[in-house]
């Protein structure tokens, strides 16, 4: 089901913050291989209507455990330290400052012993890619992005001590929010940055009371709209959260993607303020202008630009 269809099935309206419980029994853990498991009791529907009205949503499922064979603490801190994660995918934080890789590195690996040290000391770790590494959120992903056509990764984070991992900010990217271990809070504020996107200037951030204030416990998760600024902390216990990026295809990203194209063409590197003469300028302006419109129909004519959503830079 591609989304435009799937959008198009679902009305619009604005989705008001919503807690919703969810059973209160201890349930075995399914494999969650598809966005209909990962997001239930919430349909399809439910959620692209989400999607479209970028509305924040917060499930409480008590003593639901589902979502613990997506990722451990164990199982990330073991990717970490074996090296199947590059140590340059990775960063570790504390009180909201990246910690300099020579604080845990030793010849250009993670040495286990100063890592646990950091984590043991109130750090944090962040792994923004995690997906290629973890073969059921690469699967996880794969659907995802097939189902919805958006560019789709998963992130983790690992935080021990109070504070939290990163500072005041919002994403670019709409995220869905699965706390596997421990418990962090959750403080958003509006109103969000409408419809960002990677390289905007710097907005001013909101200092009101914030929209969203809750904790979020083993089997909670949180759809956190795009643009929206947002702390967390958590207490003294490790607290592991994956994000759920959606990248939605935007006209800016796809033109950005073009631009990149373009530079390795020659034809629009040549300087046109050093032209022989009015008719040779003239005839290459022509040229250009052709092009150009050619290229851009060719963009918005591609199934990757309405569809597929892969002309997307990563997310800073
Ligand atoms: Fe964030």
């Known amino acids: 089901m591609a989304i435009r269809s799937a959008m198009e099935r679902v009305s619009g309206g604005r989705h008001p913050v919503a807690v919703i419980e969810f059973g209160n029994q201890a349930m075995a853990a399914p494999a969650i291989a598809s966005l209909e498991d990962l997001i239930a009791p919430l349909t399809t529907a439910d959620f692209i209507g989400l ?43 504390k009180d909201e400052t990246v910690i300099p890789p020579l604080f845990y590195l030793e010849a250009g690996k993670v040495a286990a012993a100063k890592f646990e040290r950091l984590m043991s000391h109130g750090a944090s770790v962040i792994v923004a890619d995690i997906d290629p590494h ?8 794969a659907s995802i992005r097939e189902l919805t056509g958006e560019t789709i990764k998963a992130g983790a984070i690992a ?58 416990r083993p089997g909670d998760t949180l759809f956190l709209p795009a643009g929206y600024w947002h702390q967390c902390s958590n207490e003294q216990e490790l607290s592991l959260h994956l994000g759920i990026f959606f990248k939605p295809v935007t006209t800016y990203y796809a033109v950005k993607a073009l631009l990149a194209k373009l530079i390795e063409d020659e034809t629009y590197r040549r300087p046109l303020s050093r032209s022989e003469s009015a008719a040779d300028r003239a005839a290459l302006e022509a040229e250009i ?7 851009f129909e060719k963009m918005v004519s591609s199934p990757s630009f309405f569809g597929a959503g892969k002309p997307t830079p990563p997310s800073g």
């Open 289 to 295: 202008r052709a092009r150009l419109i050619d290229e």
């Open 134 to 141: 973890v073969p059921i959120l690469k699967t996880l992903c």
């Open 159 to 216: 935080t021990t001590g109070d504070g939290g991992a990163l500072r005041y900010h919002y994403d670019e990217d709409d995220l869905f929010i699965v706390q596997l271990e421990g418990s962090k809070r959750w403080r958003i504020h509006g109103p969000p940055v409408a419809n960002p996107v990677a390289g905007m200037d710097a907005k001013p951030a909101p200092r009101d009371e914030p929209v969203f204030d809750e904790i979020l």
């Open 51 to 93: 999607l479209r009205s970028r509305a924040i949503r917060f499930q409480r499922n008590p003593g639901d455990n589902r979502f613990s064979g997506l990722l451990t603490w164990q199982a990330f801190r073991e990717l970490i330290e074996s090296g199947a994660v590059p140590a340059e995918e990775g960063r570790v934080t």
